[in-house]
């Protein structure tokens, strides 16, 4: 390593060999500070690059930073105290006191270094989230006694104005895990209009079956939004044409990450490349703004999917159901729940029921389970590989409606459907909005999952096994506060849906974790947007494969109590130390030369429920109004801190009463701490990570972190986690 030292100005000017000479040695009359200067120079490059590890002779490579590595061996140091190597007894007993592993195996009777990290790296976990083993799952209970991963208007990729649709965002969230999605089905009213093609004029009178579908007054949405899309798309081609590359604000509203698509991997410790997923990101990214550019044109005679009364732009409902088809059981076989809004007239109807029957044949739930008599709900065990329709039933069977109690029931047309609807301006006309009436063969699509509107829970339909009543949040919340216990009870043993209120133009998302404590089972999100909701939901779901069992006291087995006693809850102590990171992703917008100035602080929050709010008083504005418990560590340096030595880097959880683990959440958020991010008024979130409580792991952990946009990083943390409930 070569260091200049800066020339005494009484000096003359040195000769080459002179300069040389100069560079190679240290000048004792330079004193203590040179010195100092060079161990912090050689201290900081160690400290910033993280060296490779092997092992299997060589086969498996994993890169640990200096800092977390200094925390390894110092560990290794205190457990085998005097002794030359750490012995199986004390290896041992680290595993099963401080790790918590069970009864651990050991082949050994001394273990180096190298080997106890082998070890521990391979046969054992150092993941801050207990795995889920699908072979494990719970599949035998009935349906409505799982939490379900569910997505709200699914096929918008921006906000709830002015999006595109498209049949890409399906593929995402299902490949994510997403096992409840949403179709707004309308007519399509512009029979050979797309973006790319733009409706041909013709000398032809139109029959009477075409004019009748021509813009109405509730189908000017429609034409508004072709021709926004036309006008996009030609600005798309123009720029493509010039060469003119998009510019991103890099925000949260931004395409590009509205578009960009979070794969599920989270491993760490292998191919640095292969943990970041970025080429497939990209690959994703690129082929979903291909097939916008390509979308192809809309079937004259088939529907389309939208959000009604809004500029947003179509897709075709045949494109949408094969995009459903091609991934729907990519990456588990636990079935999907598609809730239908149909605004569509039933001579479309009648086209949507073809379609469904001729893109998921095979896969499609269309008669009752053999194996399940009247008067229950399916087990999720048999219902693999299916697909269920959440619809609204036909109108002729209003009158049986009230004396039926098996699972093919009729019901009112009364109905909020999937719900946003209610939510939405009035006609344009200034009218109540008509409800569509449903045609007898879309009905007889809702085998297990049919739409109700909810007026009480004493009314017959509330009785109805495969009833779900889908309530905008602020109306769940209102139940809450006057008839707490009866939501709770009918949640046990009925489906419930919440959605967002309309007023979240933005595509902002509510608190889950306030409607799963009540037990609502689904929760509809707006997976382009990732802050705390969709941060809680993908604690909630991470490897469960969209489903997961509701706690105790949740399920219809369950005796009736309150709800406040339904599920076991204890006092918490929690303790998170945080040692060292690497890899820590940079806040959107900051240059990736800029690493070493990154100054990051780790935010934890422990998301529990208060105690008040269990009895249903004092919530506000769609958010359980939590405890205060945050705290954050004081600021290491680079992008791969150390954080031995900061101001703080213990935090305390101590004492929190009455906590529903199952129901409980920690989140962490690394921070850019640099005043430089407060004076350009940019996020300084550089990643996160959130884990349910029951699935955080104690004693030393990686925890791996997503950026702002929901992808995985190789980014990670080393934390010590000491939690004890009594």
Known sequence: MCFSMRKRPSEATPTRAATIRRRL???????????????RAI??????????????????????SAAIQRHLRKLYDHLRRDEFTLSRKAFA???????????????????????????????????????????????????????????????????????????????????????????????????????????ETSTKAPSKKEHGRHLSGGSLHLAAAHIKGAVEDRVEKARHKLGVEKIHTHGPKCSKSELSPPPFGREFGRDINAALGSSLAASELDTERSSIR????????????????????PVGFREVCRAIREVAFETTKLPIIVSLEVHADQEQQEVMVQIMKE??????????????????????????????IKVKKASSCLDTAATMSTLSPNSTVDDDASGSEDDRPAALNGSKKVKVPICEKLSALAIYTHSEHFTDF?????????????????????LVASKHRELFSHNRHFFMRAYPKGLRFDSSNLDPSLFWRKGVQMVAMNWQSWDEGMMLNEAMFSGEHGWVLKPPGFRSEDPSMPPEDAIPQHTLDLVIKVLAGQYIPLPEGVDGANSRALRPVVRCELHVEKVEDR??????????????????????????????HVKKNELHFLGVQRVAEQLSFVRFKVEDDAPRLVSLNRDPLAGWACIRLDRLATGYRFVHLLDANGNPTPGALLIRVDKRFR
Request: a negative charge; hydrophobic letters at 30%; aromatic letters at 8%.
């Open 25 to 39: 040695t240290l000048n004792s009359e330079l004193g203590t500070n040179s010195i100092n200067a060079l161990k």
């Open 359 to 388: 893109e998921w044949d095979g896969i499609l739930v269309d008669r009752p389970h053999e194996t399940c008599p009247n008067g229950r709900m399916p087990r999720l065990e048999e219902l693999l590989n299916k697909i269920l």
């Open 615 to 644: 009895l249903g008083s004092l919530i506000e504005g769609g958010r359980v109004r939590e405890c205060e418990y945050k705290q954050k560590t004081g600021a290491g340096k680079t992008d791969h801190p150390d954080f031995a």
């Open 93 to 199: 007993e680290f595993l099963e006191v401080q790790q918590g592993e069970r009864l651990p195996s050991l082949t050994q009777d001394s273990y180096k270094f190298q080997e106890f990290l082998e070890v521990w790296w391979h046969q054992f976990s150092l993941e801050a989230e207990k795995p889920v083993s699908f072979e494990q799952k719970d599949l035998s209970k009935p349906i409505s006694n799982y939490f379900i991963s569910s997505s709200h208007n699914t096929y918008l990729s921006g906000n709830q104005l002015s999006g595109r649709s498209t049949a890409d965002a399906y593929r995402r969230v299902l490949r994510r895990g997403c096992r409840c999605i949403e179709i707004d089905v309308w007519n399509n009213d512009s029979p050979s209009s797309t973006p790319e093609r733009p409706r």
């Open 294 to 313: 390509s979308r192809p044109s809309l079937p004259p005679d088939e529907p389309v999917v939208m959000h009604g009364y809004t500029l947003t732009t």
């Open 458 to 478: 004493e009314s017959p339909t509330a009785k109805i096994p495969s009833h779900i009543f889908s309530i905008s949040e602020n109306k769940i919340i209102d």
């Open 43 to 64: 201290a900081l490059a160690s400290f910033i690059t993280p060296t490779a590890i092997y092992f299997d002779g060589g086969k498996t490579v994993i890169y640990l």
